[in-house]
């Protein structure tokens, strides 16, 4: 096979290769990673109820501390950050466990899906993803959920999925600084979310700094 041909080839295969994956159920993504179910939210299960009514509960006290003093970030789409803070408070004031989960090798990690576990009857855990979306931007199509495998991933159990989301608004501005607070909230149930795959590229340092790439360089001390 000539270099032209193998050439053309490759680009057709990874050209197919980067094609991205659309509307893949999360359930069924998640139990291909971490080998654990994602249990759907049965609406005659009392256990399930009740753990439905903690999470009101949580999510109206998570407005009440948010609005307190408001988060200051220079823009909205950074607010989610501070979310999980509020959240985790209001589980501690309700006597309630919470905490960032813990991998397969038993390490607390507080990137990556999902933001937290935690429990409120029973000893049984679930697992709690913090979003932050204003009114302007709920029904587009930006992306705002991200899930990426991992070696040491953060399911570790089976359990429902909730995601707790906050609207928020611009309540003032405070020197360079908006002030954001939260005007409700929605719970949601991820069993049934569709998620799509887009692929990367990517290297690293080594590959990146190797001598054949390097045009110029100079030390100045």
Same mark, same amino acid.
């Given at each position: 096979m000539g270099n032209d041909e193998y050439t053309k080839k490759l680009e057709m295969a990874i050209q197919e290769f980067i094609k991205p994956l659309k509307n893949l159920p999360f359930h069924l993504i998640i139990?291909?990673?971490?080998?654990?179910e994602v249990e759907k939210f049965n609406?005659?299960?009392s256990n399930h109820k009740?753990?439905? =009514?903690?999470?009101?509960?949580? %999510?109206?006290?998570? !407005?009440?501390?948010i609005n307190k003093k408001g988060i200051k970030r220079k823009r909205a789409?950074?607010?989610?950050?501070?979310? =999980?803070?509020?959240?985790?408070? %209001?589980?501690?004031? !309700?006597?309630?466990?919470?905490?960032?989960?813990?991998t397969s090798q038993g390490k607390k990690k507080s990137t990556g899906y999902p933001d937290l576990e935690f429990c409120v009857l029973d000893n049984k855990w679930h697992y709690l993803e913090c979003k932050s979306y204003n009114i302007k931007n709920k029904s587009t199509s930006m992306r705002t959920f991200y899930l990426s495998p991992s070696k040491d991933f953060k399911i570790t159990h089976s359990?429902?999925?909730?995601?707790?989301?906050?609207e928020i608004y611009q309540d003032h501005k405070e020197e360079d600084f908006n002030v954001y607070k939260t005007k409700g909230w929605k719970i949601l149930d991820a069993y049934n979310l569709d998620i799509d795959l887009k692929y990367e590229f990517n290297?690293?340092?080594?590959?990146?700094?190797?001598?054949?790439?390097i045009l110029a360089e100079e030390n100045i001390q």
């Open positions: 139990n291909i990673l971490s080998g654990y609406p005659d299960d009740k753990t439905l =009514e903690a999470l009101k509960a949580i %999510a109206r006290l998570s !407005c009440q501390l789409n950074e607010v989610g950050n501070d979310i =999980e803070k509020y959240v985790i408070q %209001a589980f501690r004031k !309700c006597n309630y466990k919470a905490d960032k989960p813990s359990g429902i999925h909730f995601i707790l989301c906050f290297s690293d340092n080594r590959r990146l700094y190797k001598p054949e790439l």
